[in-house]
């Protein structure tokens, strides 16, 4: 949302809306309500679906753009991801990477605790993807993911990017309860300064 609001969307005070009764900026974002969002989804895994269908239709208008699906690890637990991964070596979507944010925490609590998703890695490859990995917190690790995944002409890529929810905010870090919630102006505040105190340039 904050990306949509800095691109002109919408006003950028909308985002102290977020969750809150009435407000256009809720947990799943809706396309139908807020502008810039092309895809309504959930945590089902739909994303991914999708995603297959928007490569497919680039390779159809001979299109060379690609398209990046951010997933998270407790989404694999959904049979719709499989699926999807299947479609996309079936059609050689080469214009298709799938991102795992896997940061080992899901909606509910710990993503092992709820339903192991096990190793990712080679269940993607088993999927018949190519599978790079980086660090999900260092933008030259994921820049230089990004310029390796262009050797692999003919697969789809995934990219495992293990990170820590909330990472950076000592009261948030690897705690579930901050997975759906928003903080006060009071937390919000404590965090500001937390990240600010933790950036390194």
């Known amino acids: ?62 299109l060379k753009s690609r398209v990046f699906v951010l997933v998270g690890d407790g989404e694999l637990q959904e049979g719709q991801i499989w699926e999807a991964a299947t479609s996309a070596v079936k059609y050689k979507l080469n214009n298709l990477i799938a991102i795992v944010d896997n940061n080992g925490i899901q909606n509910d609590g710990f993503t092992n605790d709820i339903m192991p998703v096990g190793d990712i890695k080679a269940k993607w490859e088993a999927f018949g993807w190519k599978v790079l990995e980086c660090d999900g917190h260092d933008m030259r690790s994921i820049l230089e993911t990004f310029d390796e995944m262009k050797r692999y ?22 705690v579930p309860a901050w997975h759906g919630i928003a903080p006060n102006k009071e937390e919000y505040a404590m965090a500001i300064d937390e990240v600010k105190a933790g950036l390194t340039l």
Do not use: W
């Not at 009435?22 to 139908?32: E, R």
């Not at 945590?43 to 159809?60: E, T």
């Not at 990219?159 to 948030?172: D, H, L, N, Y």
């Open 1 to 62: 949302y904050s990306i949509l609001a800095l691109k002109g969307y919408y006003p950028y005070e909308d985002i102290y809306t977020l969750r809150k009764l009435g407000s256009i900026l809720q947990g799943h974002p809706d396309m139908n309500k807020v502008p810039g969002v092309d895809m309504t989804t959930g945590s089902l895994g739909q994303g991914l679906s999708c995603g297959v269908g928007m490569a497919i239709g680039l390779k159809h208008l001979n």
């Open 153 to 174: 002409d003919g697969l789809p890529v995934c990219i495992v990017a293990p990170t820590v929810k909330g990472k950076g905010v000592s009261f948030m870090a690897n």
